[in-house]
């Protein structure tokens, strides 16, 4: 999971399998996002969920947010070559972002 | 048109040399962001403009001075780096920076910094 200072996360999976990622937060949120950066570029949004929601869901992605535990999941479904990145969760508020360790995905074809 | 650009991709400059980052969006949006990444790290955030004024500055050493000509672009401009300075250099946009869904972020490729 992220948080803290330990290293980011790595997981490597076979493509087609599910890849679930945890986001360990400090603050009060307004809000949590998550971010896909694919080596070297720019982090690209995936989706944001508010403090008092508990799951949300876009396309192949489920997030769920546990606020009492301040921790939040990302599950990809049917992952795919293409989902090889790193994954970000942010914590939103403040006028700000404040971003976790990150997690390093591989899907082998 | 939900793009950040930015130029140059990539930068090579000396301690002594000067340079600018320069980063470009047409959304609209009406604040800018830059951030400081390093290899397998979290993007750390450096300066915040709102409303093209600089709201935020993260302790950042005056060797990075930015700036903020309009609300569509925004400079990084450097000077007298050192060695350790050389990232990964993020620049996004957002609405705005309220508290409110509207600080979703939106972020450019980057210019990967190196200074020798």
């Known amino acids: 999971s992220q948080q803290g200072e330990e290293d980011p996360q790595a997981l490597s999976i076979q493509e087609g399998e599910n890849a679930t990622m945890n986001c360990s937060y400090k603050?009060?949120?307004?809000?949590l996002q998550w971010y896909r950066q694919n080596s070297g570029r720019g982090l690209v949004h995936l989706i944001l969920i508010r403090s008092n929601e508990r799951e949300k869901h876009s396309g192949r992605l489920r997030v769920t947010l546990d606020t009492s535990k301040k921790s939040s999941s990302l599950l990809i479904t049917a992952s795919r070559a293409a989902d090889t990145a790193s994954y970000f969760c942010?914590?939103?508020?403040?006028?700000?972002?404040?971003f976790g360790k990150g997690n390093q995905v591989v899907v082998i074809p | 048109d939900t793009e950040v650009t930015q130029t140059p991709k990539h930068l090579v400059m000396g301690m002594t040399n000067k340079k600018s980052l320069k980063c470009e969006q047409h959304?609209?949006?009406?604040?800018m962001y830059w951030y400081k990444q390093k290899a397998k790290k979290p993007p750390e955030l450096m300066f915040v403009?709102?409303?093209?004024?600089?709201?935020i500055n993260e302790s950042v050493p005056s060797r990075f001075s930015p700036e903020c000509p309009n609300s569509s672009l925004l400079n990084l401009h450097l000077h007298a780096l050192q060695p350790e300075d050389s990232a990964l250099y993020l620049c996004a946009s957002s609405q705005e920076t309220s508290q409110l869904a509207k600080n979703i972020q939106y972020f450019g490729a980057g210019t990967r910094l190196s200074v020798l």
């Open positions: 403009y709102s409303y093209e004024k600089l709201s």
């Open positions: 942010a914590e939103g508020g403040n006028n700000r972002l404040a």
């Open positions: 603050t009060s949120i307004n809000n």
């Open positions: 959304m609209g949006h009406r604040a």
